[in-house]
């Protein structure tokens, strides 16, 4: 018998299902062990199921049939499995076990179905089609790739018989499935039959559509050279808007837009860091999405523009305020007052103004934009910071704080002056003990161990007995 690499033998006992299988050794040998006494079907896997054929099996010198054996008792059993490539000399096929073996076909043993259809999309857009076995289908590869033609059209040849599901994507590899509800979802399966001639499959790709606007002051006149931010709302606030710019007569265009709720925002010069919430109601500040349907236009080509306005300077307010209540050396050495927009959700990209907290415990922040904002006041030690340098500096450098204060107010149509009650903060004190110093800390210092207290909520702060917060964390414990 030739080398079967890569073969497999099992054993099924009747009754019970105790089951056990075993790797080919080189030599074509393999042993099973702990086996209960019973009688067993034996089962056979090799990478060339339909070449290899059963001729004989002999348990402990004597025939069997139908690769049904016993074990009448628990002692050694000898067996010799003879198999052959003649299909003359056969008894039977192997019979491989199918819990573990793949489905298996010889050449030419199916026809090969043709699969065709085409897609309805942009007019000059290519898009990518695969067809994607699902499960073991014979001997099929992983998938089959092609691309549209001109027209749409798109044609598999030489599929084997099987379960598929058909998927295409475009050029942003914005994927949409053959019997999808939408885009992104998965669709229906293709049970495609030997030999069979599929054809007139039809997949929607999502159509992109435009925005266009005017931007104008409350005089009506024309901004140029506006920042418009747009983002979808079911990114939920977690990706960077884009953006567009207004030309030098106030308009903007936005494509590529798939179906879905936009949110648009301008940041006028005279808002500074406070981005402006658009909505084509008119109805500023109040963060309205924007409805993009599939494939249509909004105030491009014939129809009128988004007529969309930002206030000027004379509509902006001042957010001040005074902070009272008594401020010891254990709430902070000094303090550092946070304007942030409260609309936006995401955490990674702050919309904030700060400013220090004066020796008056005043604050004062002016230009402000209406908008809903949160005031928050912190109590901070040891020396101010340089200030941020890009992106990953302002995100995730943690500054040893707490919060004192955090309030909302809404700036609408005049100055706010707040008064902010400081919040008393309890004392936590201690001593850490450490019975069984580990040896690789046997040079270990005080000064290099740090202790964190973590509050259950999202803010914490680090004590550290570092020489550079020794002072600082001395005033917390003490």
């Known amino acids: 018998m030739p080398q079967l690499s890569g073969g497999w033998v099992s054993i099924l006992r009747d009754g019970n299902g105790e089951f056990q299988t075993v790797p080919l050794s080189p030599s074509n040998g393999f042993a099973f062990h702990n086996v209960s006494p019973g009688n067993y079907q034996l089962f056979i896997y090799t990478t060339k199921p339909d070449k290899v054929f059963l001729q004989s099996i002999l348990v402990d010198g004597v025939s069997v049939k139908d690769r049904r054996f016993s074990v009448p008792d628990a002692k050694f059993v000898s067996m010799t499995v003879t198999l052959s490539g003649d299909l003359?000399?056969?008894?039977?096929?192997?019979?491989?076990?199918?819990?573990?073996?793949?489905?298996?076909?010889?050449?030419?043993?199916?026809?090969?179905?043709?699969?065709?259809?085409?897609?309805?999309?942009?007019?000059?857009?290519?898009?990518?089609?695969?067809?994607?076995?699902?499960?073991?289908?014979?001997?099929?590869?992983?998938?089959?790739?092609?691309?549209?033609?001109?027209?749409?059209?798109?044609?598999?040849?030489?599929?084997?018989?099987?379960?598929?599901?058909?998927?295409?994507?475009?050029?942003?590899?914005?994927?949409?499935?053959?019997?999808?509800?939408?885009?992104?979802?998965?669709?229906?399966?293709?049970?495609?039959?030997?030999?069979?001639?599929?054809?007139?499959?039809?997949?929607?790709?999502?159509?992109?559509?435009?925005?266009?606007?005017?931007?104008?002051?409350?005089?009506?006149?024309?901004?140029?050279?506006?920042?418009?931010?747009?983002?979808?709302?079911?990114?939920?606030?977690?990706?960077q808007g884009r953006e567009v710019k207004t030309d030098l007569e106030g308009f903007f265009r936005i494509n590529g837009l798939l179906d879905g709720d936009y949110f648009l925002e301008a940041i006028p010069v005279a808002a500074g860091d406070f981005p402006i919430h658009l909505s084509a109601d008119g109805k500023l500040y109040e963060a309205t999405p924007l409805h993009v349907e599939n494939g249509k236009n909004i105030g491009c080509g014939g129809n009128p523009p988004l007529d969309l306005h930002v206030p000027g300077l004379n509509n902006h307010y001042s957010v001040s305020g005074i902070l009272t209540g008594q401020l010891p050396a254990t709430v902070g050495d000094r303090f550092e007052v946070v304007l942030d927009d409260a609309l936006n959700v995401n955490p990674y990209w702050p919309r904030r103004r700060t400013s220090d907290l004066g020796d008056d415990h005043r604050f004062r922040f002016d230009n402000i934009s209406p908008g809903r904002y949160r005031v928050d006041i912190y109590g901070l030690y040891g020396q101010k910071p340089k200030p941020d340098q890009g992106f990953s500096s302002r995100i995730f450098v943690e500054?040893?704080?707490?919060?004192?204060?955090?309030?909302?107010?809404?700036?609408?149509?005049?100055?706010?002056?707040?008064?902010?009650?400081?919040?008393?903060?309890?004392?936590?004190?201690?001593?850490?003990?450490?019975?069984?110093?580990?040896?690789?800390?046997?040079?270990?210092?005080?000064?290099?161990?740090?202790?964190?207290?973590?509050?259950?909520?999202?803010?914490?702060?680090?004590?550290?007995?570092?020489?550079?917060?020794?002072?600082?964390?001395?005033?917390?414990?003490?």
């Open 399 to 478: 500054r040893l704080r707490h919060r004192l204060v955090s309030q909302l107010v809404v700036v609408s149509k005049e100055n706010l002056d707040l008064t902010l009650q400081a919040s008393t903060l309890p004392s936590v004190s201690g001593t850490v003990d450490i019975p069984k110093v580990p040896s690789n800390w046997k040079d270990l210092k005080p000064s290099d161990l740090s202790l964190v207290l973590v509050p259950h909520r999202k803010e914490w702060f680090s004590l550290s007995s570092s020489e550079r917060y020794r002072r600082q964390a001395r005033r917390i414990f003490h």
């Open 88 to 239: 003359t000399q056969a008894a039977g096929h192997i019979s491989p076990d199918v819990r573990h073996s793949q489905r298996w076909e010889s050449e030419g043993m199916r026809p090969k179905a043709r699969i065709a259809g085409r897609i309805l999309g942009e007019s000059d857009a290519t898009y990518t089609v695969r067809l994607l076995p699902i499960g073991h289908n014979s001997n099929a590869p992983d998938q089959f790739n092609t691309q549209t033609k001109p027209n749409g059209s798109f044609l598999f040849e030489s599929v084997p018989p099987g379960i598929y599901r058909l998927r295409a994507h475009d050029r942003d590899y914005v994927r949409f499935d053959y019997g999808g509800k939408d885009r992104e979802l998965l669709g229906s399966p293709l049970v495609i039959t030997a030999g069979a001639h599929v054809e007139g499959l039809i997949l929607n790709a999502p159509r992109r559509s435009s925005v266009c606007g005017h931007v104008t002051n409350e005089k009506r006149e024309p901004q140029a050279d506006l920042r418009i931010i747009y983002w979808e709302a079911r990114d939920n606030g977690y990706q």
